[in-house]
């Protein structure tokens, strides 16, 4: 009986850790590309298949970002001063990170249903806004010049 408590919480702490993971990875799916990809021509129609990136009902998205840096160097946006307001109602405030970023910008030319969608590539600098929680970034809302 004790040996079959112990199993059921070594199992329980085990699948949190994998959600933990799963979660850090999305992120970095979503929004991270370093080294930068070595993709010559049509960067952003390659990454946008790559990491299936589209809207929930399978639309094209208008806009996407890669950022071209360390993990570990996005992740020092949560320990910014700067604060500003959040997208979409969230109720706190974001974080913008003090460092520009080098990244891609993707922008929708033309194409609805993905993944029939064409992009056009633009290269920036910018600072980004992010939400975090305790384990850090959880979601990357936006970039600004
Ligand atoms: C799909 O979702 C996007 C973003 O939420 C929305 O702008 C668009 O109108 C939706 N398209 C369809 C066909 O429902």
Not at 15 to 20: R, S, T, Y
Not at 32 to 39: A, E, H
Not at 81 to 109: D, G, W, Y
Request: hydrophobic letters at 40%; glycine letters at 2%.
């Amino acid at each position: 009986m004790i040996l079959m408590v112990i199993i059921f919480l070594v199992l329980l702490f085990w699948e949190n850790e994998l959600d933990e993971e799963a979660m850090a990875a999305t992120l970095e799916q979503l929004h991270v590309d370093y080294p930068q990809s070595d993709i010559p021509i049509r960067y952003c129609n390659h990454m946008i298949i790559q990491r299936i990136i589209k809207e929930p009902n399978n639309t094209c998205k208008k806009e996407h970002f890669f950022i071209h840096e360390r993990p570990r160097n996005i992740n020092s946006v949560c320990n910014s001063p700067r604060r500003v307001t959040c997208q979409n109602h969230a109720p706190s405030l974001c974080f913008l990170s003090e460092i520009k970023f080098k990244m891609t910008v993707c922008k929708l030319i033309e194409g609805t249903r993905y993944p029939a969608c064409n992009y056009r590539v633009f290269a920036t600098e910018g600072s980004i806004v992010a939400t975090c929680d305790d384990m850090g970034p959880a979601k990357i809302q936006r970039y600004t010049d």
